[in-house]
C-alpha cells in the first residue's frame, strides 16, 4: 500500500521561511511527476509547484521566485522550501505523486494525495 506523509508545515510569521517534506512509502516502482498543492479556507484547491523526474520544474505565478520545489528521486521524497513567507500562503499544503506505478505491469498507475500539513503565516 502506498502513502505519502508530509511533515514540516507550522506557524510562521510574514516573511519567515518553512520547508516541507514529502515522502512516498509502499510498493513503489516509478513516480512520474511530484507536486505541491494548497488550499485555503474557502477557496478552490491550487497547484503550487511541481517537478518531473528529471528535475523540471514548475511554480504558480504567486509563489515564483519565494518557493523551490525539489527532489530525491532514490528517496521518492520531495520538498517545498518556501521564503518571504506572507500571510496568502496560508493553507493546508497536499504532496500529490502523480502518475505513480506500483509494478510495470500495465494498469498499476495512479496518483496519490498526502494527507496535508498546516502553513499559517501569522504575526
Known amino acids: 500500500q502506498v502513502q505519502l506523509v508530509e511533515s514540516g508545515g507550522g506557524l510562521v510569521q510574514p516573511g519567515g521561511s518553512l520547508r516541507l517534506s514529502c515522502a512516498a512509502s509502499?510498493?513503489?516502482?516509478?513516480?512520474?511527476?511530484m507536486g505541491w498543492y494548497r488550499q485555503a479556507p474557502g477557496k478552490q484547491r491550487e497547484l503550487v509547484a511541481t517537478i518531473t523526474g528529471g528535475g523540471t520544474t514548475y511554480y504558480a505565478d504567486s509563489v515564483k521566485g519565494r518557493y523551490t520545489i525539489s527532489r530525491d528521486n532514490a528517496k521518492n521524497t520531495v520538498y517545498l522550501q518556501m521564503n518571504s513567507l506572507k500571510p496568502e500562503d496560508t493553507a493546508v499544503y497536499y504532496c500529490?505523486?502523480?502518475?505513480?506505478?506500483?509494478?510495470?505491469?500495465?494498469?498499476?498507475?495512479?496518483?496519490?494525495w498526502g494527507q496535508g500539513t498546516q502553513v499559517t503565516v501569522s504575526s
Open positions: 500529490n505523486a502523480g502518475y505513480l506505478c506500483v509494478s510495470s505491469s500495465y494498469g498499476t498507475c495512479s496518483d496519490y
Open positions: 509502499g510498493s513503489i516502482f516509478s513516480i512520474k511527476d
